[in-house]
């Protein structure tokens, strides 16, 4: 069988090779701590889970949806005004199973075999594999620590920027945590305009900003509806990442063209979860608050511990991630992380996987509470890797 030669643009996995040294230490009786992956640990809201429950017992919400309910699209044009105080339009509105199914087509809609698209390096995966799938070619646009992880658009060459058809832009960003600031977004957007570049943003930690900031949408900034749409998800927010909630928002012919893609690979949400949506969306937000405070606890116990034993951990500003810089005496951020579980039994993620800036790191998910991160720091001293 000759597969498409799609698939040869990907490539192998990288968590399986820590995955299956995890379940070897497992079965060995090992103490894992695994802040690898960002799926949250936190429960998730009890009215959420009780529209989900409800609208399950309707028989007559077993069958295709084909579109976002009224009520939907209802709720997030709710939410955006109540939170960023942006006034969305019905047609500026398009579900999506999870950002990580959005972000995957998304090139498919905006580029053609050839395209340049303007990725930040590091980055979430995801955002190469955009660019893959459509057969674009990708310009990573740094976000080192000179920069305090924060992209410099004017840096970008011109012979580059006049060919983009489209930049994403990831704040607070994933893995970094570095978060922007209104300056940076008038910046990024009158670099869209002078370039006529679609900037796609994607927010999934609006909502896990830290040391009493607050996270906004990039709509919310003067200009930016002409430029941009925004990937706004519900997963890390109200701790919904299993039941793929999404929506791209912003600029009407963009998410019109998304939607008319949409169409060809979804029969739409299922009821149910649109109704769960719904109830997140309309809901009381204590809890996302509070959820935010404990991150920032399990932040402060993760870089204030390492730096205790010595590691050079600098505060993440956001997101539900540390990026930390390897120790020197490894030259690969593979080879640390496979070490770190054999003497430590502590998973973090490689940081090669986000991008070919991203070795000389690792990154550290917030998933465990501050009792676990401080047991990891200690299993990580006792292991004598940082000596």
Request: net charge negative; charged share 25%; aromatic share 10%.
């Amino acid at each position: 069988m000759q597969f498409s030669k799609t698939l040869n643009r990907f490539e192998p996995e990288i968590f399986a090779a820590l995955n299956d040294k995890k379940i070897a230490l497992e079965k060995e009786g090992r103490t894992i701590y695994n802040l690898s992956v960002g799926t949250p640990d936190f429960e998730t809201p009890a009215h959420i889970k009780q529209a989900l429950i409800d609208a399950a017992k309707d028989q007559n919400n077993w069958k295709y949806s084909l579109r976002d309910s009224e009520r939907l699209v209802s709720a997030v044009q709710s939410y955006y005004k109540k939170r960023f105080d942006v006034a969305l339009q019905p047609d500026e509105i398009q579900s999506c199973n999870g950002s990580q199914d959005g972000l995957g087509h998304i090139g498919m809609v905006l580029c053609d075999e050839g395209d340049t698209v303007l990725l930040p390096s590091p980055c979430y995966p995801a955002f190469i594999t955009t660019v893959k799938m459509c057969g674009a070619e990708p310009y990573f646009y740094p976000m080192t620590k000179e920069t305090g992880f924060l992209p410099k658009v004017w840096e970008i060459p011109e012979d580059v920027a006049k060919k983009a058809k489209f930049m994403i832009v990831s704040l607070p960003s994933n893995p970094m945590g570095s978060i922007g600031t209104p300056e940076l977004y008038e910046e990024i957007i009158a670099f869209a305009k002078k370039y006529d570049i679609l900037i796609v943003h994607d927010n999934a930690y609006s909502d896990i900003i830290f040391d009493g900031k607050v996270g906004q949408s990039f709509l919310s900034y003067p200009g930016a509806r002409e430029v941009g749409v925004e990937f706004f998800s519900l997963s890390k927010s109200f701790n919904l990442t299993g039941a793929r909630i999404s929506f791209l928002v912003g600029r009407s012919d963009v998410v019109q063209a998304f939607r008319k893609l949409h169409s060809q690979v979804d029969f739409g949400m299922f009821y149910p979860v649109q109704e769960a949506a719904i109830a997140a969306l309309t809901g009381p937000l204590d809890s996302v608050k509070e959820q935010c405070r404990k991150y920032q606890e399990r932040r402060d116990a993760l870089c204030g511990g390492l730096r205790s034993i010595g590691w050079d951990a600098v505060n993440s500003h956001g997101s539900m991630f540390v990026w930390v810089p390897i120790p020197e005496k490894f030259k690969s951020s593979m080879d640390f992380c496979l070490e770190l579980i054999e003497k430590a039994g502590v998973i973090c993620t490689p940081g090669i996987s986000f991008g070919p800036l991203g070795e000389g790191y690792v990154r550290f998910a917030l998933v465990l509470p501050p009792k676990k991160i401080r047991e990891a720091i200690d299993a990580i001293d006792e292991s004598g890797i940082l000596k």
